[in-house]
């Protein structure tokens, strides 16, 4: 029996980039947590998504994922709305790099390829490019990584992560930094492999306001209470000497 899921079937190419217009999405309704939000992720470039503990970074994330529907506004893959995406074509499109990412105790080559069959080259690309490389060169492909993992560091795990979604050609990484989850060493390391992916577009939820990581990226996004505060680059947010340049003194 062929299942067919409802919504349309896109490309798994992004073109241009995705378009957040109008967008308000409260969890309950007459509570809204989103006010108003507007902002563009070009294809290809690299984003921090910062603010304070509650101010709705993770609920902008995973609206990207369509994990609610009940938003007013519109988020557009390209010219597509998310909504009417059916999930299979979205989720061949954008990954959620996982911070509880299940490893089986198989090798590190089987957790990456999930037991699927791909070209050499493939596999090598998303090792070196999720920069597994160091650890492959020093335990070997057919290390074994324990149950859950227990034979990897957290940052190792979460390149994993990287790797299969690289493997799954996904042209779009989401990165959740939870404070809770992720400690500072992990979370840089996390950061750092999606800033060197070129041709990846990358949207990273951020707690660690580290200047050397956040002049790396193209555009820097603030939310404060639900709304954007102040978007730009590092250099720019500085020199605005506003919200992003009083979260970011504080932090240092
Ligand atoms: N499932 C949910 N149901 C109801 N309210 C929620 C839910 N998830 C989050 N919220 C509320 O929405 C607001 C924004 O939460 P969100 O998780 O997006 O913040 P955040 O910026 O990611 O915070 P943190 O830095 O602590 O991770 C908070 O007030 C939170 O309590
Ligand atoms: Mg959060």
Avoid: W
Wanted: charged letters at 20%.
């Amino acid at each position: 029996m062929k299942l067919s899921l409802p919504g349309s079937h896109i490309p798994n190419q992004l073109s241009n980039g995705i378009t957040v217009k109008n967008v308000t999405f409260g969890y309950e309704t007459g509570c809204d947590i989103l006010h108003d939000i507007n902002v563009t992720f070009d294809r290809g470039k690299k984003y921090a998504i910062v603010g304070a503990s509650g101010s709705g970074k993770s609920t902008l994330l995973n609206l990207l994922m369509a994990s609610h529907g009940n938003y007013s506004g519109q988020i557009y893959y390209d010219g597509h709305e998310v909504k009417d995406i059916n999930s299979k074509s979205l989720y061949d499109i954008v990954s959620m790099i996982q911070l509880n990412v299940f490893v089986f105790n198989a090798s590190i080559r089987d957790n990456i390829t999930m037991f699927h069959e791909f070209p050499e080259a493939e596999v090598s690309r998303a090792i070196e490019l999720s920069g597994l490389s160091k650890l492959i060169a020093k335990r070997g492909e057919e290390y074994l990584c324990g149950e859950n993992g227990s034979g990897l560091s957290g940052g190792e795990k979460q390149r994993i992560s990287i790797a299969r979604s690289l493997l799954k050609k996904s042209q779009v990484l989401l990165v959740d930094e939870a404070t809770a989850a992720l400690d500072a060493e992990t979370a840089y390391q996390v950061s750092s492999a999606i800033l060197g992916l070129d041709d990846i577009t990358g949207i990273v939820v951020t707690h660690s306001l580290d200047e050397g990581l956040l002049r790396q990226y193209d555009g820097i996004i603030t939310l404060k209470n639900g709304s954007i505060v102040e978007t730009g680059t590092f250099a720019e947010l500085i020199a605005e000497k506003g919200y992003f340049y009083s979260l970011f003194t504080i932090s240092q």
